[in-house]
């Protein structure tokens, strides 16, 4: 049995503690008010400020991460540390790993989406994990033959952008390191450098690549043959490089009950709403919109905060989803 409503304000329970979950909390609180008790679920305690973990393997600093509850207790919410086991839309209800239940009034899946590794003999960049340990992995390519860094994007969905500035702060530590022969490439299967941001940003991606001597390859699909060499179709060609750093492969989250496409991730509409349920929305990587990326992920949140406000009484006027792409190119002591 789930728990039940503990007041007549209606029960929102938000699934994730990601940029967007986060960003549904405030804005929830900022436009519903007192209308709503609000639920934050979420497996770990802390929230980590994902972008900056690129910067740690070239830094003493971590990331930042703060604290989950005190954010919650900060914005009138209760937190769970738990992580969601599956949803029954039509109780209203949601299982939690530990096999209690959270009864709600309108439910928002923040959850993100699951990392993988995409080959098995590449090394993958896991924003949660442990940290890339670029000195050593330069040190091990120095005692090669060869002299070269792949820095890969594989195929799917996927964010692209920390590729290119693991490519631009790798060849910049090389060079201080006394290194400047190292061969640093980008393969992505893009059409051209960070293309999601228009030709203009581009091409400016594109020239800073050009004067750091980092060759791109684009429109490459990588994939791992039997002998586990990283392979660029089309034109099978073995890529040659002594290291290969790749970004994970992503996939949905697939929770029991909730619609979800043949890669696990959540189908929405232009206000956020699940498709097919009442009271559902679902908002940042765990979404099948294409592009995964917080800054849309909140976007994202703040259409289903409004709808979400607008339902229980607050004067708002829900406005839909308009995506609008905004991103910083760290590329060594400044920003692009």
Known sequence: MADPPQSSKSQVVIAGGGIAGLEALLALRDLAGDRVEITLVAPTPEFLYKPLTVEEPFSTEPAERRELEPIARE???????????????????VALDDGS????????????????????????????????????????VAATEGKAIAFVVPPGMSWPLPVYE???????????????????IVVTPEAAPLIMFGPMASEAVAETLRARRIEVIVDALAAEDEDGRIVLHPGHRVLEAERVVALPKLEGPAIPGLPADEHGFIPIDEHARVQGLDAVYAAGDGTTFPIKHGGLGTEQADAAAEHVSAAVGAPVEPQPFRPVLRGKLIVGEEAL
């Open 101 to 140: 239940q959270l009864a709600y009034d309108f439910l928002l899946v923040c959850v993100g989406a699951r990392a993988r590794p995409a080959f098995s003999n590449a090394i993958t960049f896991e924003v949660a994990g442990e940290s890339l340990r670029i000195e050593s992995l330069l040190d091990e």
């Open 75 to 93: 914005f009138g919410a209760r937190f769970v540390q738990r992580a969601v086991s599956s949803v029954e839309p039509g109780a209203r209800s």
């Open 166 to 184: 693991l490519a631009l702060m790798t060849r910049r530590l090389a060079g201080d390191r006394g290194a400047a022969e190292l061969e640093c």
